[in-house]
């Protein structure tokens, strides 16, 4: 019998969350803070969701509007636009890729599901479409990425306040979840959002303290992947932050993710494996 919660089904597909798995990021935009204008083009697009699946991705995450601090969102026709030939083209040449839409817009999940999506992950919670919700209910079999995000994209970094940022993200996912359950979602996975209106002290403080929202019984996704959190300590570029990527998503890992978002699948594959290799020699009392 599979765990709900350790088993997503992905438009019928189930996938195992019984070791951590990755989930590959695929940036359709010219202006995305670490690869923007990378992969924008057909050609280079299939290239690298080919590389990240035969090192090792579960998932492709594909977005086609960023999210920066500050980033212009444009309009539902211009994601579209940038969208559907490349996810026509993954699921023609890799039929077997589990394919996520990384989207705010229900509009955009729906048509995208249509066109052979499996997931749908949106940074804003359900807050920039009152649609959202309904919708991925509505899809049926299709797993629901919520993003914990405190303001939009042009505001969250305008001095961000938390009380206690980890108890305002608990009680946000213990309200959001339970909206969704109550409209009939079976597999909803956690993300706490790092970087989405917080400071970089918030962002330490909530991935030292990420293994509380294993309480809520839902998978937790941690996109660290070369973030201003991980190079501004380090005083580096995101070009640079590929060591500092791997050390936090270890200690993710440690915190309790099932899932690690990421722009280079190699070195995640790897933090995973050594991960479960250290597990292996913990007493039974104290795995996660």
């Given at each position: 019998?599979?765990?709900p919660?350790?088993?997503?089904?992905?438009?019928?597909?189930?996938?195992?969350?019984?070791?951590?798995?990755?989930?590959?990021?695929?940036?359709?935009?010219?202006?995305?803070?670490?690869?923007?204008?990378?992969?924008?083009?057909?050609v280079?697009?299939?290239?690298?969701?080919?590389?990240?699946?035969?090192?090792?991705?579960?998932?492709?995450?594909?977005?086609?509007?960023?999210?920066?601090?500050?980033?212009?969102?444009?309009?539902?026709?211009?994601?579209?636009?940038?969208?559907?030939?490349?996810?026509?083209a993954?699921?023609?040449?890799?039929?077997d890729?589990?394919?996520?839409?990384?989207?705010?817009r229900?509009?955009?999940?729906?048509?995208?599901?249509?066109?052979g999506?499996?997931?749908?992950?949106?940074?804003?919670?359900?807050s920039?479409?009152?649609?959202?919700?309904?919708?991925?209910?509505?899809?049926?079999?299709i797993?629901?990425?919520?993003?914990?995000?405190?303001?939009?994209?042009?505001?969250?970094?305008?001095?961000?306040?938390?009380?206690?940022?980890?108890?305002?993200?608990?009680?946000?996912?213990?309200?959001k979840?339970?909206?969704?359950?109550?409209?009939?979602?079976?597999?909803?996975?956690?993300?706490?959002?790092?970087?989405?209106?917080?400071?970089?002290?918030?962002?330490?403080?909530?991935?030292?303290?990420?293994?509380?929202?294993?309480?809520?019984?839902?998978?937790?996704?941690?996109?660290?992947?070369?973030?201003?959190?991980?190079?501004?300590?380090?005083?580096?570029?995101?070009?640079?932050a590929?060591?500092?990527?791997?050390?936090?998503n270890?200690?993710?890992?440690?915190?309790?993710?099932?899932?690690?978002?990421?722009h280079?699948?190699?070195?995640?594959?790897e933090?995973?494996?050594?991960?479960?290799?250290?597990?292996?020699?913990?007493?039974?009392?104290?795995?996660?």
């Open positions: 019998m599979f765990n919660h350790l088993t997503l089904n992905c438009a019928g597909r189930l996938v195992s969350l019984e070791r951590p798995i990755v989930m590959g990021i695929l940036n359709l935009t010219p202006d995305s803070f670490y690869d923007g204008g990378q992969h924008d083009k057909l280079s697009a299939l290239k690298k969701a080919e590389q990240m699946l035969s090192e090792g991705a579960t998932i492709l995450d594909i977005g086609a509007i960023s999210t920066r601090p500050g980033a212009d969102l444009h309009n539902e026709e211009v994601e579209l636009a940038r969208l559907l030939p490349i996810v026509r993954i699921v023609k040449e890799f039929p890729a589990i394919i996520s839409i990384d989207t705010f229900a509009g955009v999940a729906r048509i995208c599901v249509q066109e999506a499996a997931m749908i992950n949106d940074i804003s919670g359900g920039l479409d009152d649609k959202m919700y309904e919708t991925v209910a509505g899809l049926k079999e797993p629901y990425v919520l993003m914990h995000i405190k303001g939009t994209p042009s505001d969250m970094q305008s001095d961000p306040q938390y009380k206690d940022v980890t108890q305002e993200v608990l009680d946000y996912f213990i309200a979840t339970a909206k969704l359950v109550e409209l009939g979602l079976h597999d909803v996975i956690l993300d706490p959002g790092f970087g989405f209106g917080k400071t970089i002290d918030h962002n330490y403080e909530l991935l030292q303290k990420m293994h509380i929202f294993k309480m809520l019984d839902w998978p937790i996704l941690a996109g660290l992947s070369r973030k201003s959190m991980i190079y501004k300590v380090l005083d580096q570029s995101a070009a640079e590929l060591n500092g990527t791997s050390v936090l270890f200690e993710a890992l440690r915190q309790g993710a099932k899932i690690l978002r990421v280079d699948v190699a070195p995640a594959m933090t995973i494996k050594l991960f479960l290799q250290l597990e292996q020699h913990k007493p039974k009392s104290e795995l996660i």
